[in-house]
Protein backbone atom coordinates (compact mmCIF):
# COMPACT_ATOMS: atom_id res chain seq x y z
CA UNK A 1 0.00 0.00 0.00
CA UNK A 2 1.34 2.96 -0.89
CA UNK A 3 0.73 6.53 1.13
CA UNK A 4 0.96 9.72 -0.15
CA UNK A 5 1.77 12.09 2.50
CA UNK A 6 1.43 15.84 1.02
CA UNK A 7 3.23 18.79 2.41
CA UNK A 8 1.03 22.09 2.42
CA UNK A 9 -1.47 24.23 3.82
CA UNK A 10 -5.49 22.87 4.22
CA UNK A 11 -7.95 24.98 2.75
CA UNK A 12 -8.48 26.05 6.35
CA UNK A 13 -5.09 27.53 7.23
CA UNK A 14 -5.24 29.99 3.99
CA UNK A 15 -8.54 30.81 5.00
CA UNK A 16 -7.54 31.86 8.37
CA UNK A 17 -3.90 33.93 7.13
CA UNK A 18 -6.24 35.52 4.51
CA UNK A 19 -8.73 36.87 7.40
CA UNK A 20 -5.92 37.78 9.58
CA UNK A 21 -4.08 39.25 6.78
CA UNK A 22 -7.28 41.84 5.53
CA UNK A 23 -7.58 42.58 9.62
CA UNK A 24 -4.03 43.87 9.75
CA UNK A 25 -4.43 45.66 6.43
CA UNK A 26 -7.46 47.19 6.88
CA UNK A 27 -6.58 48.29 10.48
CA UNK A 28 -3.41 49.99 8.84
CA UNK A 29 -5.41 51.69 6.26
CA UNK A 30 -7.91 53.33 8.52
CA UNK A 31 -4.51 54.75 10.62
CA UNK A 32 -2.98 56.10 7.63
CA UNK A 33 -6.72 57.57 6.53
CA UNK A 34 -7.12 59.21 10.20
CA UNK A 35 -3.90 60.61 9.52
CA UNK A 36 -4.66 62.03 6.00
CA UNK A 37 -7.77 63.74 7.81
CA UNK A 38 -5.61 65.54 10.59
CA UNK A 39 -2.91 66.10 8.45
CA UNK A 40 -5.45 68.13 6.20
CA UNK A 41 -6.95 69.82 9.20
CA UNK A 42 -3.02 70.87 10.53
CA UNK A 43 -2.53 72.13 7.33
CA UNK A 44 -5.47 74.68 7.20
CA UNK A 45 -4.86 75.97 10.43
CA UNK A 46 -1.63 76.78 9.76
CA UNK A 47 -2.49 78.64 6.56
CA UNK A 48 -5.43 80.04 8.36
CA UNK A 49 -3.39 81.67 11.33
CA UNK A 50 -1.14 84.27 9.38
CA UNK A 51 -4.89 85.19 7.32
CA UNK A 52 -6.05 85.92 11.01
CA UNK A 53 -3.40 87.83 12.19
CA UNK A 54 -2.77 89.76 9.12
CA UNK A 55 -6.68 90.68 9.05
CA UNK A 56 -6.33 91.92 13.27
CA UNK A 57 -3.30 94.29 12.52
CA UNK A 58 -5.23 95.66 8.98
CA UNK A 59 -8.05 96.29 11.25
CA UNK A 60 -5.96 97.66 14.11
CA UNK A 61 -4.24 100.35 11.61
CA UNK A 62 -7.16 101.26 10.23
CA UNK A 63 -9.41 101.60 13.36
CA UNK A 64 -11.59 99.23 11.79
CA UNK A 65 -15.27 99.44 14.04
CA UNK A 66 -18.68 97.32 13.13
CA UNK A 67 -18.95 93.98 11.84
CA UNK A 68 -17.67 92.89 8.29
CA UNK A 69 -17.04 89.21 6.55
CA UNK A 70 -14.81 88.65 3.42
CA UNK A 71 -13.44 86.01 1.08
CA UNK A 72 -9.65 85.75 1.08
CA UNK A 73 -8.75 84.22 -2.01
CA UNK A 74 -12.00 82.45 -2.44
CA UNK A 75 -10.59 80.02 -0.03
CA UNK A 76 -11.40 81.12 3.14
CA UNK A 77 -14.22 83.71 4.91
CA UNK A 78 -12.88 86.07 7.29
CA UNK A 79 -14.78 87.69 10.05
CA UNK A 80 -14.17 90.64 12.12
CA UNK A 81 -16.37 92.11 14.76
CA UNK A 82 -16.28 94.65 17.25
CA UNK A 83 -17.78 94.68 20.39
CA UNK A 84 -18.26 96.51 24.00
CA UNK A 85 -16.88 95.49 27.41
CA UNK A 86 -19.80 95.85 29.62
CA UNK A 87 -17.50 97.00 32.26
CA UNK A 88 -15.19 99.15 30.72
CA UNK A 89 -16.50 101.05 28.24
CA UNK A 90 -13.42 102.66 27.40
CA UNK A 91 -11.93 99.44 26.19
CA UNK A 92 -13.50 97.97 23.02
CA UNK A 93 -12.96 94.26 22.16
CA UNK A 94 -11.69 93.56 18.42
CA UNK A 95 -12.07 90.01 16.81
CA UNK A 96 -11.14 88.04 13.84
CA UNK A 97 -11.89 84.32 13.19
CA UNK A 98 -10.84 82.51 9.48
CA UNK A 99 -13.54 79.73 8.47
CA UNK A 100 -13.90 77.77 6.06
CA UNK A 101 -17.20 75.64 4.89
CA UNK A 102 -18.60 76.67 8.42
CA UNK A 103 -15.58 75.46 10.56
CA UNK A 104 -13.48 77.88 11.84
CA UNK A 105 -10.15 77.38 11.96
CA UNK A 106 -8.32 80.30 13.52
CA UNK A 107 -9.96 82.94 16.12
CA UNK A 108 -8.15 86.05 17.27
CA UNK A 109 -9.20 88.71 19.73
CA UNK A 110 -7.63 91.85 20.94
CA UNK A 111 -8.50 95.02 23.15
CA UNK A 112 -7.91 98.69 22.14
CA UNK A 113 -8.98 101.90 24.25
CA UNK A 114 -11.79 103.24 22.55
CA UNK A 115 -10.75 106.95 21.10
CA UNK A 116 -13.15 109.83 20.96
Known sequence: MITCKSSGFTLLEVLVAGVI???????LLRLDLISSVQAARNYLELRSLPIASEALEEALRTRFHGEETRSYQGEFDVRLWTGEVP????IEKLAVSVQREGKTYAELLTYRLRLP
Open 87 to 90: SQPE
Open 21 to 27: LTLILTA
